[in-house]
């Protein structure tokens, strides 16, 4: 938060509050002041997690939709090879059918 400010402005932001508040009341006003920046950061954190919370929860219903679109494709997958293998196991059958019926036919 003060990043960019040097101890040559904090003395001078100090010196300018001793003359403005007084030194009776300068402690006080400095509890005070770190009092309200504490709940400022405090606010700023708390809504930064809230978002990260919320950019995580997004993450985590995208990769649950791709899981289950990935579900259906593998589902589809299976169906066609079970498919496929029931037509490949007719058509293993049906020569040996036709030569049967060619063997009948001649004998």
């Known amino acids: 938060m003060f990043q960019d400010v040097g101890f040559f402005e904090l003395v001078l932001i100090g010196v300018v509050a001793l ?9 006080k006003v400095a509890r005070t002041a770190g009092m309200w920046v504490g709940r400022a ?20 219903k995208r990769l649950l939709e791709e899981q289950n679109l990935a579900g259906s494709v593998h589902e589809i997958i299976e169906d066609t090879r079970k498919e496929l293998d029931g037509i490949g196991k007719d058509a293993d059958v049906a020569p040996d059918a036709g030569v049967a019926q060619k063997d009948k036919a001649k004998g």
Not at 19 to 27: F, K, S
Not at 41 to 60: F, G, M, P, T, W
């Open 19 to 27: 003359l403005v508040v007084g030194p009776e009341r300068l402690p």
């Open 41 to 60: 950061r405090r606010l700023v954190r708390s809504v930064k997690d809230d978002i990260d919370r919320e950019i995580q929860a997004e993450e985590y």
